[in-house]
């Protein structure tokens, strides 16, 4: 059996939140009051989040070496998330009109969608006490959203697949036992 695996050191992520914001704005303090300050909560999350991240790697060869490709060609990396939010809520449709208008109409409201938006997004996920958080300033939706089956079987809700405009910054609970990383505020 192996000596190496630890269950203590791996997460079972069971709960989380996702909030939008205003694009370019600075991280808030990760407190629920600091962040309901300057985002807004979108409520249920069906199917948890999914990170996703794209880069087209282009091999170089060369005729007159054989061991290996020459060279290695990256695209820059496009890091997203995709989730389904099922709760009616501001941050869902303000997301949903993608820049769009949503106005009254006699007794009800029309949403007529945009042709897309900027704007920043936060999520956390829990394992218990211990939390990772996923923050971007500046994402989007990269196609518009698509709505669930309404069919009796399903929540009523919208897939988001976002594109982050900016390098992502994903906040880990924890360093395992004996890594250091350099500290930027100690000389």
Request: charge should be negative; hydrophobic fraction near 40%.
């Amino acid at each position: 059996m192996s000596t190496y695996a630890d269950p203590s050191k791996a997460y079972l992520w069971l709960d989380g939140d996702g909030w939008r914001g205003e694009a370019g704005i600075d991280l808030p303090a990760l407190t629920s009051e600091a962040i309901d300050a300057v985002m807004k909560a979108y409520g249920g999350i069906e199917t948890g989040f999914e990170v996703t991240a794209d880069q087209k790697v282009e091999k170089k060869k060369v005729w007159n070496y054989r061991q290996a490709p020459y060279k290695v060609a990256r695209d820059p990396l496009e890091n997203g998330m995709k989730f389904r939010a099922v709760d009616n809520t501001e941050a869902t449709l303000l997301t949903r009109a993608q820049g769009g208008t949503i106005t009254k109409v006699g007794e009800n409201y029309h949403m007529v969608q945009g042709e897309g938006e900027e704007f920043s997004f936060l999520t956390c996920v829990r394992d218990g006490d211990d939390e990772s958080w996923f923050w971007c300033p500046r994402a989007t939706l990269s196609a518009p959203a698509t709505r669930a089956a309404l069919d009796g079987q399903n929540l009523d809700g919208w897939e988001f697949t976002l594109t982050f405009l900016e390098p992502m910054v994903e906040i880990i609970p924890a360093l395992p036992t004996g890594m250091t990383v350099a500290d930027p505020a100690t000389p």
